[in-house]
């Protein structure tokens, strides 16, 4: 059975940071892509990051580019997002999900075949 689940959200002033972590199990990581989606309140889930657990590449959006990185850990079945310089409208609840034989290169949701419950994050200013 495949299980994925976020940890690391919380509350945190503008201008700092948060890694949040996403932990699968259920298949076999090396052979998917790991996205990080996010959705704030009464708009559309949107990609932000994605990684390659094969060759770890990686692909951001615009909006993230500069402040977030994300990478992984095979061994642990984990994909983490460091966030930094956060703003508030970073706020959302941020989702991973799992592409299987994905490339690291589209946060096309259409794509990802796993979902996990999503973390909040709340940034104040």
């Known amino acids: 059975e495949v299980h994925i689940v976020e940890s690391g959200g919380g509350l945190v002033q503008a201008g700092g940071s948060l890694r949040l972590s996403c932990t699968a199990s259920?298949?076999?990581?090396?052979?998917?892509?790991i996205g990080w989606f996010r959705q704030a309140s009464g708009k559309e889930r949107e990609g932000v990051s994605c990684i390659s657990n094969s060759d770890g590449r990686t692909y951001y959006a615009d909006s993230v580019k500069g402040r977030f990185t994300i990478s992984n850990d095979n061994a642990k079945n984990t994909v983490y997002l460091q966030m930094n310089s956060l703003k508030p409208e970073d706020t959302a609840v941020y989702y991973c999900?799992?592409?299987?034989?994905?490339?690291?290169?589209?946060?096309?949701?259409?794509?990802?075949?796993?979902w996990g419950q999503g973390t909040q994050v709340i940034v104040s200013s």
């Open positions: 259920g298949f076999t990581f090396e052979n998917y892509a």
């Open positions: 999900a799992a592409e299987f034989m994905g490339s690291g290169n589209t946060l096309d949701q259409r794509m990802y075949d796993y």
